[in-house]
């Protein structure tokens, strides 16, 4: 197969995804919608997995991890109402394809990753697609980046027993938290909006994550 048709079989492949398992289950954002049919979403996968990059469920990415299905982000992204100039907290950064989004719809992106060789290969992987906007590093996530706050949005992209205190107090007034919350077989997604100091709670979505593994999150084994 020659270049040209492999990248016209994979665009396609990628315009399917968001027309068959993101618009038309209802999900609006445009600027969203732009995000996911240009960000390779295969080139964020092992080579293994290179043929289900543009199916809907979750793929592993390495070290227990998985990027998320693809209507899972679409909704944490649009859900966080993104309109260009927010700087933005990534918690949990995986593969960096969730990360090239957020580089897509805002300003500037902070992500945080617990595990040194997903932040160094996602790093390296985001530099050569050109993201210029994003700054990847080592931590705890559960702790957020207190350094670069406060932000305009926080998404978590793992399980946390509640909504940890440090993302909640680091997110500037108005803006919004997007984190699934709950035990081990079933979270609940939830959206946080900051009013008047306070975390102001609607629930989104049923939703299975990986575990939250900080200090404001779950122990190592949950």
């Given at each position: 197969?020659?270049?040209?048709?492999?990248?016209?079989?994979?665009?396609?492949?990628?315009?399917?995804?968001?027309?068959?398992?993101?618009?038309?289950?209802?999900?609006?954002?445009?600027?969203?919608?732009?995000?996911?049919?240009?960000?390779?979403?295969?080139?964020?996968?092992?080579?293994?997995?290179?043929?289900?990059?543009?199916?809907?469920?979750?793929?592993?990415?390495?070290?227990?991890?998985?990027?998320?299905?693809?209507?899972?982000?679409?909704?944490?992204?649009?859900?966080?109402s993104?309109?260009?100039?927010?700087?933005?907290?990534?918690?949990?950064?995986?593969?960096?394809?969730?990360?090239?989004?957020?580089?897509?719809?805002?300003?500037?992106?902070?992500?945080?990753?617990?595990?040194?060789?997903?932040?160094?290969?996602?790093a390296?992987?985001?530099?050569?697609?050109?993201?210029g906007?994003?700054?990847?590093?080592?931590g705890?996530?559960?702790?957020?980046?207190?350094?670069?706050?406060?932000?305009?949005?926080i998404?978590?992209?793992?399980?946390?027993?509640?909504?940890?205190?440090?993302?909640?107090?680091?997110?500037?007034?108005?803006?919004?938290?997007?984190?699934?919350?709950?035990?081990?077989?079933?979270?609940?997604?939830?959206?946080?909006?900051?009013?008047?100091?306070?975390?102001?709670?609607?629930?989104?979505?049923?939703?299975?994550?990986?575990?939250?593994?900080?200090?404001?999150?779950?122990?190592?084994?949950w």
């Open positions: 197969m020659s270049m040209d048709v492999q990248t016209d079989r994979l665009t396609a492949l990628r315009q399917s995804m968001v027309n068959d398992q993101v618009h038309a289950r209802g999900v609006r954002d445009q600027r969203v919608l732009a995000a996911m049919t240009k960000v390779p979403r295969h080139l964020f996968v092992d080579d293994e997995y290179q043929a289900q990059a543009y199916e809907d469920h979750p793929i592993p990415i390495g070290e227990g991890q998985t990027v998320s299905q693809p209507l899972i982000v679409a909704l944490m992204l649009e859900a966080l993104l309109a260009g100039p927010e700087t933005v907290l990534e918690v949990g950064t995986g593969s960096g394809y969730q990360t090239a989004l957020l580089a897509e719809l805002a300003q500037q992106v902070y992500s945080v990753e617990r595990l040194p060789e997903l932040a160094r290969s996602a390296a992987r985001l530099e050569s697609l050109g993201y906007n994003v700054s990847v590093s080592v705890d996530g559960s702790l957020g980046l207190s350094e670069k706050a406060p932000f305009d949005a998404v978590v992209s793992a399980a946390a027993p509640q909504i940890p205190q440090a993302l909640l107090e680091q997110l500037r007034e108005g803006g919004r938290l997007v984190v699934p919350v709950g035990p081990a077989h079933a979270q609940e997604l939830q959206l946080v909006r900051k009013q008047q100091g306070r975390a102001v709670i609607a629930n989104l979505e049923g939703c299975r994550f990986v575990p939250l593994i900080g200090q404001q999150g779950y122990e190592e084994g």
